[in-house]
């Protein structure tokens, strides 16, 4: 490997191999960076050669030396706060959290620090970063597990537009009261506010499109425990569905489900799968169940 991250700067210096090489083969065949990285780097004149803008057509010599900003220093938007974090992955793209349940992600006040980019700030900071807490996709405050987060534009940009493209891999583990008899199947309705309710979404005509896939994994007596997967992203979507179907969530009281057994809704994003934007490697990154979770999945499976 000749490159190396140097502050805001991915530096690599051209070796003899090299010479005659343009400076987009450089950069795909020594940093790895795809074609799409490259014309955006290209397109906000963030590549130099020497001293130099170079695109990715300009040809390089043996002893030149190649910079990129990839990752530019940035105020921080939020007040770091010390807090511990679940970090199932990290690198100098990407990481990926184990959020707990009960914790905001986003602080709604100006004076709220107890969130998860109150922390993520904190973390950052660290590590000695000077970078936005970039916000790619939320969890619901009682919800728990795996969240991804970009740590440069760049990445947020094709993390964004992977969402967007449905290949990122999200699923989510949960317990419903009563016992789902179809093994899977695919939930389609659309999603509104409800009028009666200030937070509360529910099933509506007039709504936004939604669906969510599902499968059973495990049945029991009275419950069921399955896997779903969003092919949109709207507010309490797996709740809101799983409500309609018959089948709230264990502890979900907002949708109808009790608090007999857990004391927040029984959901957990468990999965997150997708091609990494910058290598190209395949991730499955998956999120432990928190000790509610696996303490009531315990419980259940006494039962049998």
Known sequence: MHFEKNGPWLEMRVT???????????????????????????????????????????????????RCVMFPEEAFEFEPSLDMLDVLY?????????????????PNAANESDTLLNALAFHYQMQGLATRCRVLHRLDQET????????????????????????????????????????????????????????????????????????????????????????????????????????PLLGDTLYGGTNERICRQALHARFLRFLHPITGEPLEIEAPYPDDFAQLLKSLESQL
């Open 16 to 66: 003899k191999k090299q010479e005659g090489w343009t400076v987009g083969s450089l950069l795909q065949g020594t940093a790895g960076l795809p074609q799409n990285v490259i014309l955006e780097l290209q397109r906000t004149k963030a590549i130099l050669l020497g001293k130099e803008f170079a695109t990715q057509e300009t040809i390089v010599h043996a002893g030149d030396r190649v």
């Open 144 to 247: 728990s597990g795996a969240i991804l987060f970009p740590k440069h534009a760049i990445a947020h940009k094709l993390l964004d537009a992977m969402l967007n493209e449905r290949s990122i891999s999200r699923e989510y583990h949960a317990l419903t009261h009563g016992v789902v008899t179809t093994n899977k199947g695919l939930i389609d309705q659309p999603i509104g506010r409800d009028r009666n309710h200030p937070t509360r979404r529910r099933v509506s005509k007039t709504g936004k499109p939604a669906q969510t896939e599902y499968a059973v994994l495990r049945r029991f007596p009275d419950t069921t425990l399955l896997k779903a997967s969003l092919h949109t992203g709207r507010t309490h979507q797996i709740r809101v569905h799983f409500s309609w179907l018959g089948h």
């Open 90 to 106: 990290e690198d100098d793209h990407l990481l990926i959290l184990n959020k707990a349940a009960g914790m905001k992600v986003h």
